[in-house]
C-alpha cells in the first residue's frame, strides 16, 4: 500500500468508499496502533527543508570571491615582506566586508523566521470513531479530518462528507475565487485545479464544514512536491557577483602581468636584484583596489537599510543591486498585483450598466429614486451567508470572498446586514449546488408578516427562472426579447473578466414549511447582476508605468482565467499578446523564444509551465525577476535572478525561497527597490572609476623610471603609504552618493564593471603619470636630493587623486551637482590631505623616507594636483553643451 498512497493514484476519480478502501481506513477513522504504525512507516507529516543555511556556512559564504582572495594574497605578501601597517589594514577591510554581509543575512535570516507562519500546528481528526485534536506532524495517511470554517488544511485529503465547503486554494492554484467542493468522483483526466472532491495541503476553508480521508502527507502533498522541485533549483551567483568575479580575475592577471614585467626590465638592466623584487611586490599589493570590495559592501548596506525603511526585506545583499539590473519583471496575479479581496465593481439594474464607483458617489442625490438599487443590495445582504462583526470599533468580515464582496458593497451604500437580518427573519435556505447554479434564502418581513424568497446565481439560469422584471421601481412582465437582451449584457460583463451573479426575489403567499425549492426559485422578479473581480492595488498602475519608464518589461503569469488577466491588465494599463496554457504548450521552446518579448499574459499556468517561462526568458540573457506569495510561486521564484515574495500573504515556502520580501506586501516598493539597486551600481562604477584610474599611474611611473634607468620616483612603502590614504576613506565616501534620474535610464546590461569607463580610466591614469611625471623631471632638474624628489612625486600624486575624486562623481558637470554636496567626500578628502602634511611635517616621514616641502614646492604641487580635474571637468562642460545644441534641433 505505501507505494501506491505515495503515487499512481488517481483519488479524485474513485468514490468515497473506495478511497476509504483503498487506503484501508474507515469513516469512523483509524485505530490509535494503526495510525503509530503508520507514522512510522510514511514519516511525519513535515515540508523536508535541504540545505538550510546555519551562521557558520553564511559567515564562509562570505569569503566566496575572487577579489577576497585576491586581496588575501596581497595581505600575505605585505606580512612576508614585514609591511605590517598594510596587512593589517587589508586584513581590516576583509574582516569589514565579511562581517557587514554575515550580520546582513543572519539577521534577514531571523527576520523570516519571525515572518513564518506554520501552516497549522494542530489537525482535528477522527480515530475509533473519537474525536482528537493532534498535531498536523502526526497526521497519517487514512486519517479522517473534521474540518470547519477558517481551519487550514494540513494534508491532502478525499473529501466523504461535505456541508456547503468553500476552500480558498489561491496560494497554490493562483485562483482568487473561492473552489466550491463536492464528494462526487470525477472523470481521471480533471486537472488539478479543477478537482472539486480535493482539498490541498496548506489551503484553507471559508465556509462550510467537511469530513475527509488522508492519502498524501508531508514531502507527497502538492505541497510537498512543489518544494523538493524548489530545492531542485541551483542557486546561482547574482549578476554582480558574477562581474566582481570576473573583474577580479583580470585586474589580478594584468596585476601580476605588469608586475612580472617590471621585475624582468629591472633584472635586465642590471638593477639591484631585492630592490627590485620589493618595488615589483610592493606594485602589485599597491595596485589592488582593495577598497572596492568594501565600497561595494558598504553601498549594498546602505541600499538594503533604505529598502527596509520601505518595507523591503533584502535577504543577501547582492541581491539589492540586482534588483537595479532587472530587465523584466514576471508577477503573479492574485495578491500581487491584485489584493486578493474580490470587490463588486460593476452594477446592471434600471436597464443600466454603471461603474460602482459612480454610484457611490451620486447615492445621496438619487437616493429616492433608485429603488431598484435598494432592493439589490438589500438582496447582497438578505441572501448571503457571510457575517459582518464589530472588533475594536472595525467592521469584519468572515465567510466566502463573493459574500464578504456583497456585503461591501451594500454596507458602503448604507445597507447592514445585521440591521436587516432582524427585520427579515429566516426561515429555510436552498443552499447553492453545482447542478442549479441558484442559492435561496427564505425570510418573513417583521413589519408585515410577508415570506420573501431571495435568490442570486448564475445569470444565465437565473434569467429563465424570472417571469419579471423590476424597473425603477415597478414590476413589469418579463418577455424572451427582453431576456435577451439582459443576456447580452451578462456576456459583454463577463466578457471583461468579471464575475457575474444575477439578483431576483418573489414574495411567497404560502405557508412556510410548505414552501419547496420550486416555489422559492420559480417565477422570480430578476433585479439585476454584479459585476466582481479581484481588482488591482491601487499604486500598481503607477508602479508599473514607473517601471516601463524604466525599460522594464511587465509579464503577468498566473493560474487564473485568461479573461480575469486580461481585465486586470488593462486596468493597470498593460498591454500585449495573451495566452493561456494550451497555447503555450503547443509551442515549441525556439518558438515560444521567439514569440516571448510580445506575450504580456500568461493565463492557468502550473508551477512547471512559469519555471519554463523564466528560463526561456533567461536564454535570451533578460535578468528576470519574479514575484509571488503562493507555494505555487516557489520554484520560479528561485530560478529567477530575483525573487520577490510577499510577506504577509505569503506562504512559508515562498518567503524562504526568496532573494526579497516585501514587508507589506506593496508592489510599489519592487520600483523603488530598482532605483536603490540603479544607485548601487552606479557608485560602484564610480569608485571603480577612481580606484583604477588613479592606481596604475603609480605602475606607469615605477614602470618609466626602470626603463630610462632613472631613481626609482617612489619607495614601495610610499606606494603602499598612497594606497593606505588614497582607497580607504575617500573611496568608501562615494558610496553614499545619490542617484541622478536612475528611472529614466535603460536598464543596465553591461558585461564588464569596465564597460563604458574604459576611456575615462585610460586618461586619468595618463594624467595622474603625467603630473608625476612633470614633478619627477622638475626635481631632477633641480638637483634636488632624491629624498625631496619622492615626497614631490608622493605629494603630487595623492593631492591629484583627492581633487581628482570629485570629478568621479559624476557624469555632470560638477556645478549642476553641487561640488561639496556629499559631506563624506568632503570630510575624507580633508582628512586624507591632513595625512599627507602630517606625514611630511612630523617624524613619521623619516620612516617612510619623505622631507618637509617649502611653500615655493607648494606652488608646483598644486596646479599640477588640480590639473585632472580642471581638464575632465572642461570637457564635461564642452560635451554638454554640444548636447543641448543637438537637443535644440
Not at 598594510?86 to 527576520?111: L, P, R, T
Not at 471559508?206 to 533549483?233: P, W, Y
Not at 448604507?414 to 453545482?434: N, Q, V, W
Request: glycine share 6%.
Amino acid at each position: 500500500m505505501e507505494k501506491e498512497v505515495e503515487g499512481g493514484i488517481a483519488w479524485h476519480a474513485l468514490s468515497c468508499d473506495a478511497v476509504i478502501k483503498e487506503l484501508k481506513s474507515n469513516k469512523k477513522g483509524l485505530g490509535n496502533k494503526e495510525a503509530k504504525l503508520r507514522l512510522e512507516r510514511f514519516g511525519k507529516n513535515e515540508i523536508k527543508r535541504k540545505g538550510r543555511i546555519r551562521p557558520l556556512l553564511i559567515l564562509l559564504s562570505q569569503f566566496n570571491s575572487f577579489f577576497i582572495f585576491l586581496l588575501v594574497i596581497a595581505a600575505g605578501i605585505s606580512a612576508l615582506l614585514n609591511h605590517w601597517i598594510d596587512f593589517y589594514v587589508i586584513m581590516a577591510i576583509v574582516i569589514v566586508n565579511a562581517s557587514i554581509g554575515f550580520f546582513q543575512n543572519y539577521k534577514a535570516e531571523n527576520s523570516i523566521r519571525e515572518l513564518r507562519k506554520m501552516l497549522v500546528p494542530k489537525a482535528k481528526i477522527l480515530r475509533n470513531n473519537v474525536f482528537y485534536e493532534i498535531h498536523a506532524s502526526e497526521v497519517v495517511p487514512g486519517d479522517i479530518l473534521i474540518l470547519q470554517e477558517g481551519d487550514k488544511i494540513v494534508a491532502d485529503a478525499r473529501l466523504i462528507e461535505v456541508q456547503g465547503l468553500q476552500v480558498n486554494e489561491a496560494i497554490l492554484t493562483g485562483e482568487s475565487v473561492a473552489a466550491v467542493k463536492f464528494t462526487k468522483k470525477m472523470q481521471i483526466d480533471v486537472p488539478l485545479v479543477d478537482r472539486e472532491n480535493i482539498v490541498y495541503s496548506g489551503t484553507s476553508i471559508v465556509l462550510g464544514s467537511a469530513k475527509a480521508v488522508v492519502f498524501s502527507t508531508g514531502m507527497n502533498t502538492e505541497f510537498g512536491k512543489i518544494a523538493f522541485m524548489v530545492q531542485k533549483v541551483k542557486q546561482e551567483k547574482t549578476p554582480l557577483q558574477k562581474r566582481i568575479d570576473s573583474f577580479a580575475k583580470k585586474v589580478g592577471l594584468f596585476i601580476i602581468f605588469i608586475s612580472v614585467l617590471i621585475g624582468l626590465i629591472g633584472f635586465f638592466l642590471g638593477m639591484d636584484k631585492f630592490d627590485v623584487l620589493l618595488t615589483s611586490i610592493s606594485l602589485a599589493v599597491a595596485a589592488v583596489p582593495e577598497g572596492l570590495p568594501a565600497v561595494i559592501t558598504i553601498c549594498l548596506a546602505i541600499a538594503v537599510q533604505r529598502m527596509f525603511k520601505q518595507k523591503s526585506l533584502i535577504r543577501t545583499l547582492p541581491s539589492a543591486e540586482t534588483l537595479g539590473r532587472v530587465t523584466v519583471i514576471c508577477s503573479d496575479k492574485t495578491g500581487t498585483i491584485t489584493s486578493e479581496k474580490m470587490t463588486v465593481t460593476d452594477l446592471f439594474y434600471d436597464n443600466k450598466l454603471i461603474e460602482l464607483e459612480k454610484v457611490k458617489r451620486e447615492k445621496d442625490k438619487e437616493r429616492d429614486k433608485e429603488k431598484s438599487l435598494e432592493i439589490l443590495f438589500k438582496t447582497n445582504c438578505l441572501c448571503n451567508n457571510a457575517r459582518i462583526e464589530e472588533i475594536d470599533d472595525k467592521k469584519i468580515f468572515f465567510g466566502d470572498p463573493t459574500e464578504k464582496a456583497l456585503l461591501r458593497a451594500a454596507l458602503d451604500y448604507g445597507f447592514d446586514k445585521r440591521e436587516l437580518t432582524a427585520e427579515e427573519l429566516r426561515i429555510k435556505e436552498f443552499a447553492f449546488s453545482s447542478s442549479r447554479k441558484l442559492m435561496s434564502i427564505i425570510r418573513r418581513r417583521q413589519q408585515d408578516g410577508k415570506i420573501i424568497s431571495y435568490v442570486k446565481g448564475a445569470p444565465d439560469v437565473l434569467i429563465e427562472r424570472c417571469s419579471k422584471e423590476i424597473v425603477f421601481g415597478k414590476i413589469q412582465q418579463l418577455t424572451q426579447a427582453r431576456k435577451k437582451e439582459i443576456i447580452h449584457v451578462y456576456e459583454e460583463m463577463a466578457s471583461s473578466g468579471l464575475r457575474v451573479l444575477g439578483f431576483a426575489f418573489k414574495e411567497l403567499n404560502m405557508k412556510a414549511s410548505k414552501i419547496k425549492q420550486k416555489d422559492a426559485e420559480q417565477n422570480l422578479v430578476f433585479i439585476g447582476f454584479e459585476g466582481m473581480m479581484d481588482p488591482p492595488r491601487p499604486e500598481v498602475r503607477g508602479a508599473i508605468k514607473a517601471a516601463e519608464n524604466a525599460g522594464i518589461v511587465i509579464k503577468i503569469i498566473t493560474g487564473d482565467s485568461l479573461l480575469t488577466a486580461k481585465a486586470v491588465a488593462n486596468k493597470i494599463g498593460l498591454m500585449g499578446e495573451a495566452i493561456n496554457v494550451d497555447e503555450l504548450e503547443r509551442m515549441s521552446d525556439s518558438e515560444l523564444k521567439s514569440r516571448i518579448d510580445d506575450i504580456t499574459i500568461f493565463a492557468r499556468i502550473s508551477p512547471e509551465h512559469k519555471l519554463r517561462i523564466i528560463n526561456i526568458l533567461k536564454e535570451k540573457k533578460e535578468i528576470v525577476a519574479v514575484t509571488g506569495d503562493g507555494v505555487n510561486d516557489a520554484p520560479a521564484l528561485k530560478a529567477a535572478d530575483i525573487g520577490i515574495a510577499m510577506g504577509i500573504r505569503g506562504s512559508d515556502v515562498a518567503r524562504e525561497t526568496s532573494n526579497i520580501i516585501l514587508i507589506d506586501d506593496n508592489f510599489a516598493s519592487i520600483v523603488k527597490g530598482v532605483k536603490e539597486g540603479r544607485i548601487v551600481y552606479d557608485n560602484i562604477k564610480k569608485s571603480t572609476k577612481f580606484l583604477l584610474g588613479v592606481n596604475f599611474s603609480e605602475l606607469m611611473i615605477v614602470l618609466y623610471s626602470i626603463i630610462m634607468r632613472l631613481p626609482l620616483p617612489l619607495l614601495p612603502l610610499q606606494i603602499l603609504w598612497t594606497n593606505l590614504v588614497t582607497d580607504s576613506l575617500p573611496a568608501l565616501a562615494l558610496s553614499v552618493e545619490k542617484g541622478e534620474s536612475v528611472l529614466n535610464k535603460k536598464p543596465i546590461k553591461e558585461k564588464s564593471m569596465l564597460q563604458g569607463i574604459t576611456l575615462f580610466l585610460v586618461f586619468a591614469a595618463l594624467l595622474a603619470f603625467i603630473a608625476e611625471l612633470v614633478i619627477f623631471h622638475l626635481g631632477l632638474q633641480s638637483a634636488y636630493n632624491i629624498e625631496k624628489i619622492r615626497t614631490l612625486v608622493l605629494t603630487t600624486g595623492i593631492i591629484f587623486e583627492m581633487f581628482f575624486i570629485f570629478t568621479c562623481r559624476s557624469n555632470k558637470p560638477l556645478h549642476k551637482i553641487g561640488i561639496f554636496s556629499n559631506k563624506y567626500l568632503t570630510g575624507a578628502v580633508i582628512i586624507a590631505i591632513m595625512l599627507q602634511i602630517i606625514l611630511i611635517y612630523s617624524p613619521l616621514g623619516t620612516l617612510f623616507g619623505v622631507v618637509p616641502l617649502t611653500i615655493r614646492d607648494w606652488m608646483i604641487v598644486i596646479p599640477l594636483a588640480v590639473s585632472g580635474i580642471i581638464i575632465f571637468e572642461v570637457v564635461k562642460i564642452i560635451k554638454e553643451k554640444r548636447l543641448n545644441k543637438l537637443r535644440k534641433r
